[in-house]
T-cell receptor, first 110, second 112 residues
């Protein structure tokens, strides 16, 4: 089955800096890659996603890149703000079989 | 739309008791998923339904767990009997067709 690895497990940045979280997946058949943000006591919230026929997608301060050959994808957050502090999960999916990474706890220091 | 609704938000019970978690998916969504989140194992898919029919229950840990979806707007996850190792946050998610899943706020279960 699919295996998703996520790095780093924790990330601390200064407000205004950029943050990058990286994930790798094992099953080349995976075709959908969402990113979720989870705040304390809440459910994961979709922040951006990318499909296998697209290499990059951007939405304001967040962007995701996908390298199908290397089977890795990354989340980039620019101009970080304290409210970006949360746990971020990547996932790789084949139809509805979605496997999640272990999560990255991002702390943005004011 | 109100999003995915789960109840209760918190549940504390004693080992051996029956626990029932409830979920109302987003109206119009035809897929419903149950996940469990723990520190040790992260987010795990337990089971998912399509048009109220269970499609894949390979993630259900053992026979003590069962899930039903009697109609398009309601699903339950039942644990009987509960054990301390079942303590976790249980999430319900729904989607329209495939892929983009929207999560509920979760039920935090503690089994003493």
């Amino acid at each position: 089955g699919e295996n998703v690895e996520q790095h780093p497990s924790t990330l601390s940045v200064q407000e205004g800096d950029s943050a990058v979280i990286k994930c790798t997946y094992s099953d080349s058949a995976s075709n959908y890659f969402p990113w979720y943000k989870q705040e304390l006591g809440k459910g994961p919230q979709l922040i951006i996603d990318i499909r296998s026929n697209v290499g990059e997608k951007k939405d304001q301060r967040i962007a995701v890149t996908l390298n199908k050959t290397a089977k890795h994808f990354s989340l980039h957050i620019t101009e970080t703000q304290p409210e970006d502090s949360a746990v971020y999960f990547c996932a790789a999916s084949i139809f509805n079989d979605m496997r999640f990474g272990a999560g990255t706890r991002l702390t943005v220091k004011p | 739309d109100a999003g995915v609704i789960q109840s209760p938000r918190h549940e504390v019970t004693e080992m051996g008791q029956e626990v029932t978690l409830r979920c109302k998916p987003i109206s119009g969504h035809d897929y419903l998923f149950w996940y469990r989140q723990t520190m040790m194992r992260g987010l795990e898919l337990l089971i998912y339904f399509n048009n109220n029919v269970p499609i894949d229950d390979s993630g259900m840990p053992e026979d003590r767990f069962s899930a039903k979806m009697p109609n398009a707007s309601f699903s339950t996850l039942k644990i009987q009997p509960s054990e301390p190792r079942d303590s976790a946050v249980y999430f319900c998610a729904s989607s329209y067709r495939v892929e983009t899943q929207y999560f509920g706020p979760g039920t935090r279960l503690l089994v003493l």
